[in-house]
């Protein structure tokens, strides 16, 4: 039982060019969600999907896309990565919005 | 939206007690405690619901006031361990929508 994994680990990436952050949980819960943490902040939610099939706008949604491929899957796509979009980023899971929220263990992303 | 918590930043000595404050400016149903150790993701302390009952977790403990839309998280005989940044999150009502506070960073000296 993995909880909820993230990959990769730690990415460096060239302005323009483009990458899919991938998400998957084993814990069978409906909804699902990305933040981003910039240094000494705190976090910002950017999409979430509260069931598959469904995804919404958080916060801070502009430059990423997200697709929620099944239940255990919901991945964050950077289509022109930006050095404003140095962060790392958070997947977490949560049976649904009120309860706690579970976390994967984040992707470090640096954009040059 | 976001949640304000405070004080953004509080130093403690091993024994001393702490107070953290979350504070919103839209109706809360219910408050969740997170403290995020530096370079990890943040792990889950307590949730409180409605009927400002307050929960405990060892030394920890908090309580919430749906009427003032407001929490705190009570750090009582501070251990080295509670070193870390707390954040409260809730939901935005009824849309799945999931926020976090602004965080505050505690460090507890020897």
């Known amino acids: 039982n993995a909880g909820v994994t993230q990959t990769p680990k730690f990415q460096v990436l060239k302005t323009g060019q483009s990458m899919t952050l991938q998400c998957a949980q084993d814990m069978n819960h409906n909804s699902m969600y990305w933040y981003r943490q910039d240094p000494g902040m705190g976090l910002r939610l950017i999409y979430y999907?509260?069931?598959?099939?469904?995804?919404d706008k958080g916060e801070v949604p502009n430059g990423y896309n997200v697709s929620r491929l099944n239940k255990r899957e919901f991945s964050l796509r950077l289509e022109s990565a930006a050095p404003s979009q140095t962060s790392v980023y958070f997947c977490?899971?949560?049976?649904?919005?009120?309860?706690?929220?579970?976390f994967g263990p984040g992707t470090r992303l640096l954009v040059l | 939206q976001q949640p304000v918590q405070s004080p953004q930043a509080v130093i403690l000595r091993e024994g001393e007690d702490a107070v953290i404050n979350c504070s919103s400016s839209k109706a809360l149903y219910s408050v969740h405690w997170y403290r995020q150790k530096h370079g990890e993701a943040p792990v889950f302390l307590m949730i409180l619901l409605k009927g400002g009952e307050q929960k405990g977790h060892e030394k920890i403990s908090a309580s919430f006031n749906e009427k003032k839309q407001q929490s705190s998280l009570y750090l009582t005989a501070s251990q080295l361990s509670y070193s870390g940044t707390y954040f409260c999150?809730?939901?935005?009502?009824?849309?799945?929508?999931?926020?976090f506070g602004t965080g505050t960073r505690l460090k507890v000296l020897a």
């Open positions: 999907s509260a069931s598959e099939g469904t995804t």
């Open positions: 999150g809730t939901e935005v009502s009824g849309t799945y929508k999931y926020i």
């Open positions: 977490a899971a949560t049976w649904t919005g009120k309860e706690t929220q579970y």
